[in-house]
C-alpha cells in the first residue's frame, strides 16, 4: 500500500517534472525541472529495490550531468533566445513525428504484455542485498564492458578537453 | 508485495520516452533538446529496472549502469560541443545552425 502511494507520488513528480521541463523557456528553469525528473526515477529506482543505482542517479545524473548543464547555460548567454519563439519552424512536422511514436507505444502496450512473449519469471535468489548481488555480476560476468566502459570515459575526457579548447 | 504491476512502470517509462521525443523535436535551443535527451535516457532506465526486478535478476540494473556510463561521457563531449558551436555561431537556436543542410 505505502509503495503504490510512493508509486505514485514519483510518478507525478517524473511526469511533471518532464511536462515543466520541456515547456519552460528559461534554460535554467528546465535544468531544475530535469532536476525533480531525475530525483522521481530514483525514487522509483528505489522502489524496485535497485539502491546502487538510486546513489548513482543522485551523484552521477543530479550531481554531475545536471551541474555540468547549469554550468553551460551560464557559461553562454541566453538571454536574447529567451525573447525568441521557443518552437522552432517545423514544429508541425514534429507533432506527427511525437504522435506517431506515442501511437506506436500506446499500440504495443495495448496489445499486452504476452505479445513480448517474455521468459517465464525466475524467482529471485534474496542472498545478501541488491548492490552486492550487482557487485558480484558486474565484476565476474560483466567484466570486460566494465573495462570498456572505464576507456570510453577516458575518451570522453580527452574529447571534452580538445572540444572546449579555445583554438581546435 | 507486488503492489503496482509491471505494466504501469511500462506506461510511466513509455509516457516519459514521448515526452522527451517531444521536448527534442519541438524545442529549439540546443541545451533544452540536450536534456530531453537525458529524458530519453532515464525512460529507459526506468524499464531496464522495472523488468530487472520482475525476473529477480540483475541484468537489468547493469545495464542501467552502463547507461549511466554512456550518458556522463555524452553529457562531457556533448556541452563541449555545445560551447565550441556557441563560440563560432554566437547563437544556440538550431534552426540558425544549418550549414550542414545545404
Redesign the interface.
Known amino acids: 500500500?505505502v509503495?503504490?502511494i510512493l508509486?505514485y507520488l514519483f510518478?507525478l513528480m517524473?511526469?511533471g517534472g518532464?511536462?515543466l521541463?520541456?515547456t519552460r523557456r528559461n534554460?535554467v528553469h528546465?535544468?531544475l525541472w530535469?532536476v525533480v525528473?531525475?530525483l522521481g526515477?530514483a525514487g522509483?529506482?528505489l522502489l524496485?529495490?535497485?539502491e546502487?543505482?538510486f546513489v548513482?542517479?543522485i551523484m552521477?545524473?543530479i550531481g554531475?550531468?545536471v551541474l555540468?548543464?547549469l554550468f553551460?547555460?551560464m557559461?553562454?548567454n541566453?538571454d536574447?533566445?529567451a525573447r525568441?519563439?521557443?518552437?522552432?519552424?517545423q514544429?508541425l512536422l514534429?507533432?506527427a513525428?511525437?504522435v506517431v511514436?506515442?501511437a506506436e507505444?500506446?499500440y504495443v502496450?495495448l496489445s499486452g504484455?504476452e505479445a513480448f512473449r517474455l521468459?517465464p519469471?525466475?524467482?529471485?535468489?534474496q542472498t545478501g542485498g541488491?548492490t552486492e548481488?550487482?557487485a558480484d555480476?558486474?565484476f565476474s560476468e560483466?567484466l570486460l564492458?566494465f573495462e570498456i566502459?572505464s576507456i570510453?570515459?577516458l575518451?570522453?575526457?580527452v574529447?571534452?578537453?580538445v572540444?572546449?579548447k579555445k583554438r581546435? | 508485495m507486488a503492489g503496482v504491476p509491471l505494466a504501469w512502470y511500462l506506461i510511466l517509462s513509455a509516457i516519459l520516452f514521448a515526452l522527451g521525443i517531444a521536448g527534442f523535436l519541438f524545442r529549439r535551443n540546443l541545451i533544452t533538446m540536450f536534456m530531453s535527451i537525458e529524458l530519453m535516457l532515464n525512460a529507459v532506465n526506468l524499464s531496464f529496472v522495472a523488468f530487472s526486478y520482475k525476473f529477480g535478476r540483475v541484468d537489468g540494473q547493469i545495464f542501467t549502469f552502463f547507461v549511466m556510463v554512456v550518458a556522463a561521457a555524452e553529457a562531457a563531449v556533448g556541452l563541449a560541443i555545445i560551447l565550441a558551436v556557441f563560440r563560432t555561431r554566437k547563437t544556440l537556436a538550431v534552426d540558425e545552425i544549418d550549414s550542414l543542410k545545404y
Not at chain 1, 525568441?84 to 519552424?89: E, G, L, S, T
Not at chain 1, 519469471?121 to 535468489?125: D, H, L, Q, R
Open positions: 500500500m509503495s503504490a508509486f510518478a517524473i511526469l518532464a511536462v521541463m520541456v534554460a528546465a535544468a530535469l525528473t531525475l526515477v522509483v529506482f524496485r529495490s535497485a546502487f543505482l548513482v542517479q552521477l545524473y554531475g550531468v555540468l548543464i553551460v547555460i557559461l553562454v541566453l536574447a533566445e525568441q519563439p521557443r518552437f522552432h519552424r514544429w514534429a507533432l513525428c511525437a511514436v506515442g507505444i500506446v502496450l504484455l521468459a519469471a525466475v524467482t529471485a535468489v541488491s548481488r550487482l555480476v558486474l560483466y564492458p566502459a570510453l570515459l575518451v570522453a575526457i574529447g571534452s578537453v572540444m572546449a581546435i
